[in-house]
């Protein structure tokens, strides 16, 4: 018979794997926030092992002085920690905090070679199904092998086992905060975030990190923050390896942000940086994959930086780019559609609305058009609006369609 865990215990073990925690890690943890005196009483660390086991089970609650202990070592209070109240598992809005012991399916409960080759392949998979899986499609298998990392860091492991599950964690961590960018739900985006560079600092992972903050800079890009995504992305580049697929998309980032804020000579050099590092460099086996820098994939974003410039050297960029992209045929549908809004802002700025209306259009019945493609898809219908063309009534009743008024209205205004 199955029953639901209490409110309480879900946290506890929410709370820790958010941390990518051992329950070995987190009787370590519980021992180091006792005073001395109430250390000197702690039992054995296997005994607190056991009761960890026995409260993330919901066996029965923690009682003076484990209450204390988790809410120091969480850094929560512990009103917060423990009161019933189903608000507090997790993060809100995002499901991964629900009291499902999706953990107890994995077959695995000890760590292996075999174990991770195939936890660090799936990841590579899953960072290349990125550009063509819708993302709350993809956040299911990523959170389903993020459960599989927390059983593996609860079995017994080597150093070297420890630090390869939360290099795999970390990778998992970006990605998710990636695909929930996508559907501009920030909030759960930046709890990934912030999880992902804590096990790049705890991992010493300076990739990961940088990752991290390009990713952020994204972002603030699209929600309109550019100064924010320029300091993001200078800050990304600092972290970066310097041979880093991470720093290539720093600088170029860069350069996006300098565009919108307007900027021509800032942009045109980080436009020539990103052109010196990647001259050298091989296609990638797997160009797909989101975090391999892509040598082809520096004129999607010379086409992006210089429409959002009004550069009208963007129009042959990003028709050469819309065109490489449906000759190789759907491997990559989102980057396509991201190219055609591209298309559309050179448009305007070379006085060609009727095609940039035509092209919007297209894009936003296109099935993998995400949330955070809509605020390209307004700057069209804004700049259409302001000329009085007549495509822009049906544009923005198309876009009206698509995120309903209530969303139309905010973006819109937000764009304006």
């Not at 499901?95 to 994995?106: F, Q, S, V, Y």
């Not at 460099?281 to 429409?307: F, G, M, Q, V």
């Amino acid at each position: 018979m199955v029953t639901e865990l209490p409110a309480w215990a879900v946290r506890l073990r929410a709370e820790r794997r958010n941390r990518f925690w051992s329950q070995k890690d987190m009787a370590r943890r519980l021992v180091e926030a006792a005073a001395d005196d109430v250390r000197a009483r702690l039992p054995s660390r296997e005994s607190i092992v056991r009761r960890i086991k026995a409260y993330e089970a919901g066996h029965n609650q923690p009682d003076d002085p484990y209450r204390l202990l988790y809410a120091r070592a969480f850094g929560v209070s512990e009103d917060e920690l423990f009161e019933h109240n189903p608000r507090n598992v997790g993060f809100a809005g995002d499901d991964e905090w629900n009291a499902l012991d999706l953990a107890r399916r994995a077959a695995a409960t000890e760590v292996g070679q075999d174990a991770l080759e195939r936890l660090e392949a799936a990841v590579d998979d899953l960072a290349v199904a990125y550009h063509r899986t819708p993302p709350p499609e993809l956040l299911v298998h990523i959170r389903r092998h993020l459960d599989y990392v927390f059983v593996l860091l609860d079995g017994k492991k080597t150093l070297i086992e420890h630090r390869r599950l939360l290099v795999a964690g970390g990778w998992l961590s970006l990605l998710a905060g990636t695909c929930l960018i996508d559907l501009r739900r920030f909030p759960a985006a930046t709890a990934r975030l912030r999880t992902a560079t804590q096990i790049a600092k705890e991992a010493e992972h300076r990739e990961i990190a940088a990752w991290c903050l390009e990713t952020e800079a994204w972002r603030h890009l699209i929600d309109g923050e550019d100064r924010q995504a320029l300091t993001l992305s200078q800050a990304a580049q600092q972290v970066a390896p310097r041979s880093s697929s991470a720093y290539i998309q720093a600088v170029a980032q860069e350069g996006r942000a300098w565009a919108r804020l307007g900027e021509a000579r800032e942009t045109r050099a980080a436009l020539n940086v990103v052109a010196r590092l990647i001259a050298p460099l091989p296609t990638p086996n797997r160009p797909e994959h989101h975090y391999r820098y892509d040598p082809a994939k520096s004129d999607a974003y010379i086409a992006t930086t210089l429409s959002w410039l009004g550069d009208s050297a963007a129009e042959s960029y990003a028709r050469g780019v819309l065109a490489r992209l449906e000759s190789d045929g759907p491997s990559r549908p989102r980057r396509a559609l991201a190219a055609g809004l591209d298309l559309a802002l050179a448009l305007l700025a070379a006085d060609q609305p009727d095609e940039a209306g035509l092209i919007t259009l297209t894009a936003l019945t296109n099935p993998h058009l995400v949330p955070s493609h809509h605020w390209r898809a307004t700057e069209v219908i804004a700049s259409l609006e302001a000329r009085r063309a007549p495509e822009a009534k049906q544009l923005r009743e198309a876009y009206r369609e698509l995120c309903g008024p209530g969303g139309s209205q905010i973006e819109m205004a937000r764009r304006l």
